[in-house]
């Protein structure tokens, strides 16, 4: 049989097997629905966190201290909370424009692509790479020797974009399907 015959062989043998329907369990179905509500909720924290420092909500923060009222969102965590190793850095940076602007924009796009289930490699990413900084912020944490919230949100955010847990209760598989996103993988 030469190259040509096998490969027509191959081919028209692929064509006629019908797919395997593939049915989820209950178990499936509810690690699911844990995985999009753990999604949505980790994405209301970054979003409350958001609207009550640009509004002063007056849980954290009180509204003469809001980000719209002239207030930091960096400045009083970042001069009077910074604790370790990396202090100084954290003192020098308190309170800048750019500081403010990125965190708020982090807090801000992380909250509202997690609660809708778009862009949620780039959300995990981001929202992990936002938490590990703000654990450095505080070494050692003040419970333990190592180990925070921080770091099991990070770890949370990284199961969330491995489970694919954007497609339910979300707007994963639409977003999946744009064609730039179907270009661009990494903005799935």
Same mark, same amino acid.
């Given at each position: 049989?030469?190259?040509?015959?096998?490969?027509?062989?191959?081919?028209?043998?692929?064509?006629?097997?019908?797919?395997?329907?593939?049915?989820?369990?209950?178990?499936?179905?509810?690690?699911?629905?844990?995985?999009?509500?753990?999604?949505?909720?980790?994405?209301?924290?970054?979003?409350?966190?958001?609207?009550?420092?640009?509004?002063?909500?007056?849980?954290?923060?009180?509204?003469?201290?809001?980000?719209?009222?002239?207030?930091?969102?960096?400045?009083?965590? @970042?001069?009077?909370?910074?604790?370790?190793?990396?202090? *100084? /850095?954290?003192?020098? +940076? &308190?309170? #800048?424009?750019? %500081?403010?602007?990125?965190?708020?924009?982090? @807090?801000?796009?992380?909250?509202?692509?997690?609660?809708? *289930? /778009?862009?949620?490699? +780039? &959300?995990? #990413?981001?929202? %992990?790479?936002?938490l590990v900084l703000m654990w450095t912020a505080v070494l050692p944490p003040e419970n333990n020797?190592?180990?925070?919230?921080?770091?099991?949100? #990070?770890?949370?955010?990284?199961?969330?974009?491995?489970?694919?847990?954007?497609?339910?209760?979300?707007?994963?598989?639409?977003?999946?399907?744009?064609?730039?996103?179907?270009?661009?993988?990494?903005?799935?």
């Open positions: 049989m030469d190259i040509m015959t096998a490969t027509i062989e191959r081919n028209t043998t692929a064509r006629t097997i019908a797919p395997v329907a593939k049915t989820e369990t209950t178990r499936q179905r509810a690690a699911r629905y844990v995985w999009a509500g753990t999604r949505i909720a980790l994405g209301w924290i970054f979003l409350w966190a958001f609207l009550d420092k640009a509004f002063g909500l007056g849980h954290a923060t009180e509204a003469k201290n809001a980000w719209i009222n002239g207030g930091s969102p960096t400045k009083g965590f @970042l001069t009077f909370g910074a604790a370790g190793p990396f202090k *100084g /850095i954290y003192n020098d +940076i &308190a309170g #800048a424009t750019w %500081a403010d602007w990125l965190f708020m924009a982090g @807090l801000a796009g992380i909250g509202v692509a997690l609660i809708l *289930g /778009i862009g949620m490699r +780039i &959300a995990a #990413a981001a929202g %992990a790479l936002l020797p190592f180990m925070d919230d921080h770091l099991i949100y #990070a770890a949370v955010l990284a199961g969330l974009a491995l489970v694919g847990a954007e497609n339910t209760f979300g707007l994963g598989r639409a977003w999946g399907n744009l064609p730039i996103v179907r270009k661009y993988g990494w903005l799935k």
